[in-house]
């Protein structure tokens, strides 16, 4: 496992890290059966880095979001009384494997996942008492990239809402749904472990073959 504690996320040094990398954004890919994450990552591979190339959309949440995080992320820890700290990037010993955590503990056993949601999805979240949907998977890559997790809090944090926070704590027993509503999936966050890992070797596999053919 590789911690770097010493990048901050945006620099330039943090695109480089997440440069041909499976991150949370992209970990639903480990579970679909299209090829858009193959060639997403094979397009990175067969380039060099390039700074000025990296996608760096920031919406207006997102930029929201950077500003308010050490005040959530102090705001959780006394909520659930761990001790969050900064951390730029965590790489598997899977090298496609890697996420940009919003905190994680000294002893790596505890990490978090930080959310400032528009105010109608904030309130949903919390009426449902659940964990949005489309943040399951960012939140399963977690325990996918880090080997020694093994609590997980993830927050929709919203200061000037009715209710300010939602938190749900996750273990690799808990279960969710990683399927739709309508459809559900549920599985026990090991098993999705599991599942992620071995198409990520399977993917790091193929990308090697096609990388290789490519230069003949």
Excluded at 71 to 93: D, H, T
Aim: charged content about 30%.
């Amino acid at each position: 496992m590789e911690y770097h504690f010493n990048i901050e996320q945006g620099t330039a040094e943090w695109f480089e890290l997440k440069h041909g990398v499976i991150g949370g954004t992209r970990a639903k890919g480990l579970f679909t059966k299209t090829d858009t994450l193959f060639y997403e990552l094979l397009a990175e591979l067969t380039e060099p880095f390039d700074e000025d190339n990296e996608e760096s959309y920031t919406s207006e949440a997102m930029e929201r979001g950077t500003e308010l995080e050490p005040q959530a992320r102090l705001e959780l820890s006394k909520y659930v009384g761990v001790n969050f700290m900064e951390c730029g990037f965590i790489q598997n010993p899977i090298k496609l494997l890697g996420i940009s955590p919003d905190g994680i503990t000294a002893d790596f056993k505890s990490q978090c996942e930080i959310k400032w949601p528009e105010a109608k999805k904030h309130l949903r979240t919390c009426v449902s008492n659940k964990i949005p949907l489309d943040n399951i998977h960012q939140c399963l890559h977690a325990f996918t990239v880090n080997d020694n997790l093994e609590n997980f809090y993830f927050m929709s944090w919203r200061p000037e809402s009715i209710k300010t926070m939602f938190v749900e704590h996750l273990t690799r027993q808990s279960e969710v749904n990683i399927g739709t509503e309508a459809k559900p999936v549920l599985k026990i966050i090991s098993d999705c472990v599991e599942i992620a890992k071995t198409e990520a070797k399977r993917l790091e596999k193929d990308l090697a073959e096609t990388i290789n053919n490519l230069k003949f």
